[in-house]
């Protein structure tokens, strides 16, 4: 007790030191650091950020995020799960290491979000003519505000990747099945039951893609009946983990790990 | 010292029409070079960029290939010169202090066109790509949406992160002086634009071989992907360079009085 209490009035000391050397730093009069770097710095990140995550999503899960029809119960979850992931994980570790925020895969994911609608819209509905409701993107930013608020409160990446990862896949499903859901209700087509979503698929013409109904309906994932979607979701979660860790190895290791980093020349 | 240098010395490094003109007027050429390209495709691609072997493709878009292709070389050439040959006549030369911060100023506009570029080549024309390989016919390597994306942006960001290290080297030797060696940043950077670049052709290589069905998530694209991974390596960029501001303040504050900018070293 007696060499506890000293320890702790220590510990209390350096805390109280820190924040008062933060506040030094903060309220410091710069010369030639001022407002304008910040501004610079969030605005040009965008376009990276936007790009490198939607060139991740639309090369490893596109097929399944362009059409509404191909917005499945059995691949949609697990490969937009893992796809969406990495980029903001990889924010998550640059924006908490710099700034201490809890912001880094939702500011990827506004980023995203804007790259997306500018490509569906200015691409697929105005220069090739698909109508937008065929084509849209989905959104990962609620997903992403949950996965920094984990990372906030659990102030630690590795529960940030099992907790968020499997969290992740459930709320990127949940969130846009709201607005695919009109895209599932039964219509009658040519005598047969099909969903609003197939119609779309069949009367708008897409030459060079696999037909839908052998390419989605391949796998015995079927059998499992209403329950391929939990299945899914589950595997997409495990997925989305694994996703999580490759944007750690992006953001430590080809964004903070070079800072000051040079190759010797001799 | 030339009206230029003599506003530079005027104002703060950062004012937003002066200090940040660079990323501005280089964005913003960016930007005339997409908004031409896309309407040059809206207008074009389906009367004229359906078939390779018509006289119509050759003249609108065989044309424009080779005017890309003249366009970024000269360019390249020109900037790269003048970047050299003027930065070997800085070598040696005291810096001030505003004169460094006004450089890495001129640095990040030229990362924030960087940044632009890739957002272009990464999304945007990707986009467009998707949307016309998954409806029409693919018969040569030049596709419309190909032309402006893997035979413009692609080279382009190569040429913006090479020249965004030649800058550097010459202008800001505190950060990337030939005696430190190659920074790893820049290194991924370049890689990135390079490897992209260069993925074009086992890209080509692969539609010609394996498949008649557009998959946009096939496995020959997936190089793509993990090549744009490593223009992280833009983060460490602007890294390195806001220890650098940290440290040109802390030099600035010691310092009774700050270096006499050379009229040489001004405006470049």
Not at chain 2, 212 to 217: D, I, N
Request: include cysteine.
């Amino acid at each position: 007790m007696a060499t506890a209490a000293p320890s702790a009035a220590a510990a209390a000391l350096a805390q109280r030191q820190k924040r008062l050397e933060l506040r030094e730093l903060l309220n410091a009069k710069y010369i030639y650091i001022d407002r304008t770097w910040d501004v610079v710095f969030w605005v040009t990140a965008i376009f990276i950020v936007a790009g490198a995550a939607d060139i991740t999503r639309l090369l490893f899960a596109g097929d399944w995020d362009f059409w509404t029809d191909w917005k499945d119960p059995q691949w949609w979850p697990v490969v937009t799960a893992f796809a969406t992931i990495i980029i903001p994980s990889a924010l998550q570790w640059i924006q908490w290491v710099a700034w201490r925020f809890p912001t880094g895969a939702t500011y990827t994911c506004v980023c995203l979000f804007l790259a997306s609608w500018i490509g569906r819209y200015f691409q697929w509905h105005i220069a090739e003519g698909y109508p937008i409701n065929f084509v849209w993107p989905i959104s990962t930013v609620p997903a992403a505000i949950i996965l920094d608020w984990i990372l906030m409160r659990t102030r630690s990446f590795v529960l940030t990747s099992l907790f968020g990862g499997a969290v992740w896949a459930v709320m990127v499903w949940a969130f846009n099945y709201i607005p695919l859901a009109p895209f599932l209700q039964p219509a009658q087509f040519m005598h047969h039951v099909l969903t609003v979503a197939d119609v779309q698929g069949i009367v708008y013409i897409r030459s060079q893609t696999p037909e839908y109904l052998r390419h989605i309906e391949r796998g015995a994932l079927r059998s499992f009946l209403g329950e391929t979607q939990y299945v899914s979701l589950l595997f997409g979660g495990t997925l989305a983990m694994v996703g999580y860790w490759v944007g750690q190895l992006i953001g430590r290791y080809l964004a903070v790990w070079p800072i000051g980093r040079y190759i010797k020349t001799y | 010292m030339d009206s230029r240098t003599a506003g530079v010395a005027q104002g703060a490094p950062t004012d937003w029409l002066d200090g940040w003109k660079t990323l501005f007027w280089g964005c913003a050429a960016l930007l005339i070079c997409n908004v031409f390209l896309w309407v040059w495709d809206y207008n074009f691609a389906f009367t004229a960029g359906l078939n390779s072997a018509s006289r119509d493709f050759t003249l609108h878009y065989r044309t424009l290939f080779w005017g890309e292709l003249l366009t970024v070389g000269i360019f390249a050439g020109v900037w790269y010169g003048w970047l050299v040959r003027t930065g070997r006549a800085l070598a040696g030369e005291t810096i001030s202090s505003r004169e460094e911060v006004r450089r890495i100023v001129v640095l990040w506009g030229i990362i924030g066109a960087t940044s632009l570029s890739l957002y272009i080549e990464a999304s945007f024309w990707p986009n467009w790509d998707g949307a016309w390989h998954q409806t029409m016919v693919r018969d040569t390597a030049l596709t419309p949406t190909h032309i402006p994306m893997f035979y413009f942006f692609f080279p382009l960001s190569v040429v913006l992160a090479l020249g965004a290290y030649l800058y550097g080297r010459f202008r800001i030797p505190a950060v990337y002086g030939a005696d430190k060696g190659f920074p790893w940043s820049f290194f991924l950077l370049i890689a990135a634009a390079v490897l992209e670049f260069v993925q074009v052709a086992f890209n080509e290589w692969g539609h010609s071989l394996w498949l008649s069905e557009e998959f946009f998530s096939v496995p020959f694209h997936w190089p793509f992907v993990a090549y744009g991974w490593l223009a992280g390596g833009m983060f460490a960029v602007w890294g390195e360079t806001i220890l650098r501001l940290y440290g040109i303040e802390k030099e600035a504050r010691g310092a009774a009085e700050v270096p006499t900018q050379t009229a040489a070293a001004g405006g470049r």
